[in-house]
């Protein structure tokens, strides 16, 4: 429907063109736009501004006043502060964007030392899951708190056995070595496997940007956004200006009620339609 009624603006009946500029108009009043369309029938309302027809050109003022007005992007929309807030998000953005590649890069060395190390605990792992009880071992609760401390001394120190033991502690307390018992061995193997890989991988300090790279990325293409309406609303300014001084009273009428909205928005080069308006 929207794009129907789009599409209808460039139609060869004055009327027509009047009618459906007046209904986007009405629509963005009811906030019935989709974000989607805004800037795209606001750059067809400005190239409306020197349409033949008189109430044509009325209408499509009316719509720029009133897309202005309501706006979702910004009570001031100057554009020199626009770029200013843009270019220093799209920088932050890129500098996350950099921190995330430098932590992948990371993370894959981890994985690839991790492999290692898993590679050298399997006797140590087989071992682990063939014996029948470690109770004899007199590991307490405490001590398997404290395994992410210890995790990466036993493994530099290369303690396989007592880092395997205080893991599978840790696992029965949780309650979950019941269902490893319940494996095949091979089965078991990568699960006690994984187990490491994780234990290695949380204490590797890897940071996660991600939420804040999309929160970043988001406010950018708001800026973007925001930028193009601004810039669409100041290349109408210089044919408003015409219009100022337009022998049709409506022209000159609509003309002075966009300047008066625009100045307060902070538009740039309204100043001079003011001062015009002045005169």
């Known amino acids: 429907y929207l794009e ?18 007046f209904l986007w108009t009405h629509m963005k009043n009811l906030g019935a736009v989709p974000l989607a369309w ?7 309302a400005v190239g409306r501004l020197e349409d033949k027809s008189a109430t044509v050109r009325k209408t499509a003022i009316q719509l ?28 932050e953005l890129s500098d996350f964007r950099a921190k995330m590649i430098e932590e992948s890069n990371k993370m894959e060395e981890v994985n690839v030392k991790s492999n290692e190390i898993i590679e050298e605990m399997k006797p140590f792992i087989i071992q682990c ?12 609760a405490e001590e398997c708190n404290d395994l992410i401390k210890e995790f990466n001394e036993l493994i530099e120190s290369k303690n396989f056995e007592r880092l395997l033991m205080l893991m599978r ?13 319940e ?9 006690i ?14 940071k996660d940007y991600e939420e804040d790279y999309k929160k970043t ?35 000159s009428a609509e003309a002075i009620n966009f300047f008066t909205s625009a100045y307060l928005f902070g538009i740039k080069n309204t100043e001079a339609g003011m001062r015009q308006m002045l005169y």
């Open 217 to 251: 990325e988001n406010a950018v293409r708001f800026l973007e956004d925001t930028l193009e309406f601004s810039r669409i609303v100041v290349n109408a300014v210089p044919k408003l200006q015409e219009l100022l001084m337009s022998r049709t009273e409506s022209d």
């Open 64 to 91: 720029i006043k009133s897309f202005l007005e309501r706006n979702p992007f910004a009570a001031k929309l100057s554009l020199e502060e626009l770029e200013t807030r843009y270019n220093a998000k799209h920088k």
């Open 193 to 206: 496997e994984s187990l490491v890989k994780s234990y290695y991988l949380l204490t590797s300090n890897a």
């Open 183 to 191: 494996f095949d061995p091979e089965h078991a193997q990568i699960y």
């Open 4 to 21: 129907h009624i789009f599409y209808h603006i460039h139609d060869i009946n004055a009327h027509v063109r009047a009618k459906v500029l």
């Open 169 to 181: 502690k840790a696992e029965e307390l949780n309650g979950n070595w019941k269902s490893v018992k």
């Open 129 to 140: 899951l063939q014996q029948v009880s470690i109770d004899d071992e007199g590991i307490t």
């Open 38 to 44: 805004l800037s795209p029938v606001l750059k067809v």
